[in-house]
């Protein structure tokens, strides 16, 4: 499994450390570590939430992408791609365009992957035409 990595530690803008309990809706962008446990929502517009073995999420969450090492309960709305490693543990329906999971994984919910599940696209402006055809020359 191809894993996005989050070792480096100037890519992590914010962490929830071990031992730390957050409650109610956490709004954050860039990329977020939750090594200890969070309890009501989490959004962000295009950051990154990464649960490592010692987190754990009872939340919703709505982001850009979610990489889940540890344990999450709640429902998954994701913009860009949800990767579940081995040690990754779901309950809830889970929302992406797309979805990496690894051998081992617990997954218990529903998932909805695709154009569906995908964010919608502007508006161009740009009418709907008919599709081209091929020009009849007069005899």
Known sequence: MKAFKVND????????ARR?????????????QVEGKVTG?????TGTLVIEQTGEVNADV???????????????????????SKTG???????????????GAL?????????????PRKETGVEQAEPLRKSQIAP
Do not use: W, Y
């Not at 979610?66 to 309960?73: D, K, N, P, S, V």
């Not at 997954?107 to 964010?119: N, W």
């Open 107 to 119: 997954l218990k919910g529903a998932v909805l992957m695709g154009d569906e599940s995908a964010p």
């Open 62 to 84: 709505e982001v850009g992408v979610c990489l889940i090492r540890g344990a999450l309960h709640g429902n998954l709305d994701i913009r860009s791609r949800v990767e579940v």
């Open 41 to 45: 929502k989490l959004i962000s517009e």
């Open 9 to 16: 530690e100037e890519s992590i803008q914010g962490k929830i």
């Open 20 to 32: 730390v309990e957050v409650s109610g809706e956490v709004r954050f962008a860039g990329v977020l």
């Open 89 to 103: 543990r779901i309950q809830g329906d889970i929302k992406t365009p797309v979805l990496i999971v690894e051998e």
